[in-house]
């Protein structure tokens, strides 16, 4: 059957974006022999012409790569339905009325292959996933431990040990003084006995230079330990309201 024969259906509803439409094409160059088992279902027209019902992508596939001729079981024939049926059949050929077993897809099947194959194979988002991760609160509540002293937040073994290392060496005070500044990051805080010696034990001087060393996270509001940037992007925010009114 030559493939002039087939026009593209005038009224058919459906559109093909670009991207799928190379994959229908390279599907049926891979694999022409589904059209053996999913032929177009065609009806001839007044002058002799056969189109479409269901196919039209398949055959502008064909247009595509160049077929002159197709074998004669690619196409059946639906003649006998009348008008109602053709366009009651237009539209069930395109509704998909099962579902995907995603989960099942992707342990059993190629992801790549089922994109190469045109199936729109959803993409998890950054929110999705975040939705998914279970977060523990980030609150703690401090733990009375009476004894407890600003030493016991800090442990500075590992620290003092590089300081030892630094100053055994025959470097000028000045490299020296240098290192031990890169050597703070040895030392090693506890931020548990940070907050129970913040709430039962520091002086109120303590608990201001705690706060602003952000040792603590205090939930105060504007008024409590989260200022500084925060409180001043606050400021300007409140700001913008007042050049509206303006």
């Known amino acids: 059957m030559k493939l002039s024969d087939i026009k593209a259906n005038p009224n058919n509803p459906r559109v093909i974006k ?15 022999e589904m059209m ?18 269901g196919g039209n992508m398949r055959l502008k596939a064909l247009q595509e790569l160049k077929y002159k001729e197709i074998p004669d079981n690619w196409v ?12 009651e059949f237009v539209i069930k050929d395109n509704v998909s009325f099962g579902e995907f077993d995603w989960d ?5 099947w190629d ?9 729109d194979v959803p993409k998890e988002t950054d929110t999705e996933r975040l939705s998914e991760l ?26 003092d040990a590089k300081i030892e290392a630094i100053e055994n ?14 050597a703070y990051r040895f030392l090693k805080i506890d931020f548990e006995n940070v907050a129970n010696y913040y709430f039962f034990n520091a002086s109120e001087e303590e608990q201001k230079v705690m706060e602003r060393l952000r040792l603590v996270l ?25 050049e509206a009114n303006d």
């Open 134 to 159: 279970k977060f523990e609160s980030i609150y703690y509540e401090p733990e009375e431990k009476p004894n407890i002293n600003l030493s016991d937040c800090i442990d500075t073994e590992k620290f």
């Open 18 to 32: 670009d991207d799928k439409f190379k994959k229908l094409v390279t599907s049926l160059r891979e694999f022409p």
């Open 169 to 182: 060496s025959n470097l000028s005070d000045e490299k020296k003084n240098i290192l031990k500044m890169f």
């Open 218 to 242: 205090c939930d105060a509001g504007l008024n409590g330990f989260i200022e500084d940037d925060i409180l001043r992007a606050h400021e300007e925010i409140e700001g913008w309201g007042d």
């Open 111 to 119: 992801e790549i292959l089922l994109d190469k194959w045109g199936l």
């Open 36 to 53: 053996e088992k999913r032929p177009m279902v065609c009806v001839t027209d007044a002058d002799g012409k056969l189109y479409p019902l």
């Open 76 to 87: 059946m024939l639906a003649d006998e339905w009348s008008e109602e049926k053709r366009k």
């Open 104 to 108: 099942t897809l992707a342990n059993e």
